[in-house]
């Protein structure tokens, strides 16, 4: 059984920096992406970040703030979020997949986290 666990979220003013984990365990073999999304109340899932194939994949509003990266070694994909900002405040969701869809779109993804809580005051 494949298992995501978020951890490293928090209470943090505009322009902090929080790194996310995500450790995942089980079948983790298989994963090809690994990625993250966000989400806040009344608003669909968004994508953030992924790691796919030896390729980083962003959106192009944490562009040049967040870097993703992942310890295969560890089986786990970490979030450096840096010079945060109040609108980056959501849940923010581990996912995985296969080799099938695109790393960016939330359908295709396989596997998901519980989240974890992320909150930028001003």
């Known amino acids: 059984q494949v298992q995501l666990v978020e951890s490293g979220g928090g209470l943090v003013q505009a322009g902090d920096s929080l790194r996310l984990s995500c450790t995942a365990s089980?079948?983790?073999?298989?994963?090809?992406?690994m990625g993250w999304f966000r989400q806040t109340p009344g608003k669909e899932r968004d994508f953030v970040a992924a790691?796919?194939?030896?390729?980083?994949y962003y959106a192009d509003s944490v562009k040049g703030r967040f870097t993703i990266s992942r310890d295969n070694a560890k089986n786990t994909v970490y979030l450096q979020m840096n010079s945060l900002k109040p609108e980056d405040s959501a849940v923010y969701y581990c996912?995985?997949?296969?080799?099938?869809?695109?790393?960016?779109?939330?359908?295709?993804?396989?596997?998901w986290g519980k989240g974890t809580l992320v909150t930028v005051s001003t």
């Open positions: 089980g079948r983790t073999s298989w994963f090809y992406t």
């Open positions: 790691w796919s194939g030896g390729s980083k």
């Open positions: 996912a995985a997949k296969n080799r099938d869809g695109s790393s960016r779109d939330y359908y295709a993804m396989n596997y």
